[in-house]
């Protein structure tokens, strides 16, 4: 099933750049007409909706009007993601604000380029268990066993402060890091509790059998949650700041046009996923965004100290690209 997965995600992929081909606009043009050269900048991409925008600027031709030639390679943990960046194999990932401050605090040479989008409290991002599980609430994961993409991440933040806020204890929370299209078998054959899971994967496990849902934990945050970005190691920053640069200033233009046009920002997902557009249609779609202003961290940070994930909690200069 996980094969078969990442196979329709790879398909899907290599479709919608097909299709982005007629669509673009004409690439800039150097002085005496002749199409200039397009930079190469790699991806490591985790496919959800939150990252809907660079499609829709792909299929219309934004990154390519910005001077890019964007090559995607998707990767499935949290962890291999960030190793895409700092072994230089891509110039750019994607994770989470709190798994990239997490590992920060570690250590790890990296920065966020950009915030993706922030948190829906309802649909998108929900946690899952069997059907015949006797686990009602969100205080029953206490002391249980719960999949998620990164330890320490987003959404094992989300499942400990909905566990902590229903009246259980956070720290008998047992995460386990797993791929997306692992958690839900790995659910069914009972080798864990619950399953995070956010959209496409969500509504693809949750149309099939065996699955209740508890809801979204995030509902319960009395903040705005961060929940998607790009990061790029401090090496490429170093040597290719102009090129990442061009990257923001696509996205930006690329976020802009997909707010504004959520029925082409709907297609664009059911092509880079593989959900069909009927599922598409009935998914929630995140608040996009191409910035993050420095109180939007505050409270999450805090949080994660509070929980022991941090013991020093980094600047947002420290997390955040200036730019320059």
Do not use: C
């Amino acid at each position: 099933m996980s094969k078969k997965r990442v196979s329709i995600f790879a398909v899907a992929a290599a479709a919608l750049v097909v299709a982005a081909v007629p669509a673009a606009s004409a690439r800039p043009t150097a002085a005496h007409g002749q199409a200039a050269a397009l930079q190469e900048i790699k991806v490591a991409v985790f496919p959800t909706v939150d990252y809907a925008p660079m499609y829709v600027g792909l299929k219309l031709g934004i990154f390519k009007k910005h001077g890019l030639d964007v090559k995607i390679q998707y990767v499935f943990t949290g962890a291999g993601l960030f190793a895409a960046i700092t072994s230089g194999q891509t110039d750019l990932a994607t994770n989470s604000p709190a798994a990239g401050s997490n590992a920060i605090s570690q250590g790890l040479p990296i920065k966020m380029i950009t915030a993706a989008d922030f948190q829906p409290t309802t649909g998108n991002t929900e946690v899952l268990v069997k059907s015949d599980s006797p686990i009602k609430s969100f205080a029953d994961l206490a002391g249980k066993t719960v999949a998620t993409i990164n330890l320490q991440g987003l959404f094992n933040l989300g499942v400990n402060y909905a566990v902590e806020k229903s009246g259980g204890d956070p720290a008998s929370v047992h995460a386990l890091a797993m791929s997306p299209s692992d958690e839900g078998p790995a659910l069914l054959a009972g080798r864990v509790d619950a399953i995070v899971l956010q959209d496409p994967f969500l509504s693809q496990d949750k149309a099939l059998p065996g699955y209740r849902s508890l809801g979204n934990p995030f509902k319960l945050f009395p903040f705005k949650v961060p929940v998607g970005a790009f990061w790029s190691s401090t090496s490429t920053i170093q040597a290719k700041p102009a090129l990442l640069r061009s990257f923001l200033a696509a996205w930006t233009e690329s976020v802009a046009v997909a707010k504004k046009h959520p029925q082409t920002t709907r297609y664009v997902i059911s092509k880079y996923t593989g959900i069909s557009a009927e599922t598409a249609k009935t998914i929630t779609i995140p608040d996009y965004t191409s910035g993050l202003p420095p109180d939007s961290l505050g409270p999450m940070l805090l949080l994660m100290k509070k929980y022991g994930w941090l013991s020093v909690i980094p600047s947002y200069s420290q997390i955040h690209w200036d730019g320059k």
